[in-house]
Each structure stands twice: as structure tokens, then as C-alpha cells.
């Protein structure tokens, strides 16, 4: 199979910023609708989650290393 003639673009600063405009304003229907209080209570859930996948990322790159793999695919962030 042959490999692709050009590089391929990175997206993920566009895909960054797209999410940050959405979580704006979702944030903001939020606090409209029921308060500061709902937009903290979002944000901490959101935290949390991200959180957790990291933990749950570096698990299983230490279990597959162990295993004599090299991870699927590294983090580009190393999150302490």
C-alpha cells in the first residue's frame, strides 16, 4: 500500500478552538438558564472526566509497555 504523496494537516489547533467556541456557549445557554451554579457544577464534571481518561491513558500504556508493546499512540501532553 502506498503511503500518502503529501503530508496531511494538522487540524488540531482548528479542532481546539471550534470546541472552545462551543463550550462558550454552552456554558453560557447554562448559566442563562439556571445559574453559575450549574456552569461550575459542568465544569468540575468536565475536569473530572478529563481527567480520569488521562489516568486511564497512562495505565494502559504502562501495562502494554510492560507487556513489551510500545504504546498505540503517545500523548502529545504530558500531564503530571
Not at 21 to 40: E, K, P, T
Not at 42 to 47: F, G
Not at 51 to 72: D, F
Request: proline share 6%; aromatic share 6%; charged share 15%.
Amino acid at each position: 500500500m502506498k503511503s500518502h504523496p503529501k503530508a496531511v494537516k494538522n487540524y488540531v489547533t482548528a479542532n481546539l478552538v471550534m470546541a472552545l467556541a462551543n463550550l462558550s456557549w454552552i456554558f453560557v445557554a447554562l448559566w442563562m438558564a439556571w445559574g453559575i451554579g450549574a456552569v461550575l457544577v459542568l465544569a468540575a464534571a468536565l475536569n473530572h472526566a478529563i481527567n480520569r481518561l488521562a489516568v486511564i491513558r497512562r495505565q494502559r500504556a504502562i501495562a502494554s509497555t510492560a507487556r513489551g508493546k510500545p504504546p498505540s499512540r503517545p500523548s502529545p501532553r504530558q500531564h503530571g
